[in-house]
Structures are given as structure tokens and as C-alpha cells.
């Protein structure tokens, strides 16, 4: 079945750092999604990137999906403390499965002030 | 999401325990999820259902089973509870219409299986 695989797992940085999280997947995804889970919290939605080589931002984030559509990857420049948390990607094969994702193990981020 | 509800929030059981989880939403979307959480593995695919009529098994289903009781209710049953079911059990749910189909978690139920 589809693998997502995510690196790394642990990331310690310190405040004013910048933080990057890779998402592989083992098969052509249709799209891939992001959430962010806040420690003790639940995982929340932050964007989906659907072509191949697209880029979005969102303020100090940058998300990219490989032309190949099976690898992406989380850019977070000058990470605040407000930026802990766990990232996790999630791909979707498309087709009849559209809306089933697979997720990735996750990047615990810690960031030091 | 408070519009995504799980119940209970933390529940400690024995092995061999019957134990339901539920999970209701007041977003009106068709598709609801049930993963678990573990230290490292991170979310896996217990059974998805895309409509009430359409359960579906995802990667780690042995163990479990589900039932669609209304559009709004999805619960998760452990038959026979053993240890290696300690984990967090979160609900999802989206919605077919929506661009992104993004998917909005409840809570979480902390499950402790002794």
C-alpha cells in the first residue's frame, strides 16, 4: 500500500532559526496536505498543494511539491515559539480514494527562546 | 474543532474489555475517520466511511470494528481490548463538496488498555 514517509523526526532549534520537515511518498500522490498539532492538541489543517511544482506561502511558512508529485516539503523561516508543535504531511492517491489520506510519522518541533 | 466531539475523553480499561468510542459532528459532512496516534508511527488509518452506508477498512483495522449509526455518528469498537491498543484515537471528518476536502479532528480519546 502507499508509504509516507517524513523526516526528521525530532527537530531542536532556536528561536530565530529556520526549520525544514521532507514528506516522501512510495507512489504518485493527487495531492498532498499539511497540519500542524499543538502539544496536547489535535492536528489542524494548514494548506493543500495540489500541482506539480507548486509553491505556496503562507507568511513564514513555504510549502513545495516536487514535480514528480511524490515528495513535498515545509520551509518555516526565523521560527518563533509559537511554532512548536508537529507537522505532519498526509498525500492522497486521488481516484476513488480521493479524501483518504496516508500520513507521514510526523516532525516534532521544538523551538528554544 | 468543538463542531467534532469525542466520548469519553480518557478512558482506562483491562485487556479482554469490550470498549466503545464515539465520535458525532455538527458539520454536516458526509466522510468520517477514525486513526490512532503513537509515538513516532504518527497517524494511521483505522476505517474511514465516505457516506452511512460506505465503511471501508484502512491500514490497521484488525482488532476493530465501526459502526455509521447517522450521517452525524461514527463509533469505534475494540471487541476484546489487549495492551498494544494503548494509544490516542482521533475522529476526522470532511466533506466531498469542499476544494480541499480537508479533514477537521476532533479532541481525542486517551485509551490506556492494562
Known amino acids: 500500500g502507499q508509504q509516507v514517509m517524513q523526516i526528521p523526526q525530532y527537530q531542536h532549534v532556536q528561536e530565530g532559526e529556520d526549520f525544514t520537515t521532507y514528506c516522501n511518498s512510495s507512489?504518485?500522490?493527487?495531492?498532498i496536505q499539511w497540519y500542524k498539532q499543538r502539544p496536547g492538541g489535535h492536528p489542524v489543517f494548514l494548506i493543500q498543494?495540489?500541482?506539480?511544482?507548486e509553491v505556496k506561502k503562507q507568511k513564514r511558512l513555504t510549502f513545495q511539491f516536487g514535480e514528480a508529485k511524490k515528495n513535498s516539503s515545509l520551509h518555516i523561516t526565523a521560527t518563533q515559539t509559537t511554532d512548536v508543535g508537529t507537522y505532519f504531511c498526509?498525500?492522497?492517491?486521488?481516484?476513488?480514494?480521493?479524501?483518504?489520506?496516508?500520513f507521514g510519522q510526523g516532525t516534532i518541533l521544538t523551538v528554544h527562546p | 474543532d468543538a463542531d467534532v466531539t469525542q466520548t469519553p475523553r480518557n478512558r482506562i480499561t483491562k485487556t479482554g474489555k469490550r470498549i466503545m468510542l464515539e465520535c458525532s459532528q455538527t458539520?454536516?459532512?458526509?466522510?468520517m475517520y477514525w486513526y490512532r496516534q503513537d509515538p513516532g508511527l504518527g497517524l494511521r488509518l483505522i476505517y474511514y466511511?465516505?457516506?452511512?452506508?460506505?465503511?471501508n477498512k484502512g491500514e490497521i483495522s484488525d482488532g476493530y470494528s465501526v459502526s455509521r449509526q447517522a450521517q452525524a455518528k461514527f463509533s469505534l469498537s475494540l471487541e476484546s481490548a489487549i495492551p498494544n491498543q494503548t494509544a490516542l484515537y482521533f475522529c476526522?471528518?470532511?466533506?466531498?463538496?469542499?476544494?480541499?476536502?480537508?479533514?477537521?479532528f476532533g479532541p481525542g480519546t486517551r485509551l490506556t488498555v492494562l
Open positions: 458539520k454536516g459532512h458526509d466522510r
Open positions: 476526522a471528518t470532511s466533506d466531498r463538496w469542499t476544494f480541499y476536502n480537508e479533514q477537521f
Open positions: 498543494l495540489v500541482k506539480s511544482g
Open positions: 466511511s465516505f457516506d452511512v452506508k460506505d465503511i
Open positions: 507512489t504518485t500522490l493527487s495531492n
Open positions: 498526509a498525500g492522497s492517491a486521488g481516484g476513488t480514494s480521493y479524501g483518504k489520506l496516508t
